[in-house]
């Protein structure tokens, strides 16, 4: 399981905001607003998981996408794909740290327990 609260960015993204919505409205048990914002669940019990997150644009570019919440690794990849990963490099900023990490050190810190 990850747990996060991180600040996605694409170096730079090869999908447009729209393109990314298009992609997290397929999700099972996504639930996506107009604006941009969105929230993913899955799992039941002590299993249940949940990310909230929120699409950015800038001069008609997807800009950044900030995400909150826990999951399995496999559902955040799921998820990263909608973002082009991972032919896309990400950066990842955690937001209440101010810090950018490489991929391999957001999983790294972001690990909480065994993926179930």
Excluded at 12 to 31: C, D, F, K, N, V
Aim: charged share 20%.
């Amino acid at each position: 399981m990850l747990k996060f609260h991180v600040n996605l960015f694409g170096q730079p993204y090869s999908t447009t905001w729209e393109q990314a919505a298009a992609a997290l409205r397929s999700l099972p048990r996504m639930i996506f607003e107009p604006d941009g914002s969105w929230i993913w669940s899955g799992g039941v019990g002590p299993t249940r998981w949940q990310i909230d997150g929120h699409l950015f644009d800038f001069d008609d570019c997807l800009h950044r996408v900030e995400l909150h919440g826990h999951c399995p690794t496999k559902s955040f990849d799921r998820l990263l794909a909608c973002f082009g990963w991972p032919e896309t490099e990400l950066i990842f900023e955690q937001v209440l740290e101010g810090t950018t990490l490489q991929e391999a050190e957001f999983r790294q810190l972001a690990a909480c327990e065994n993926d179930p």
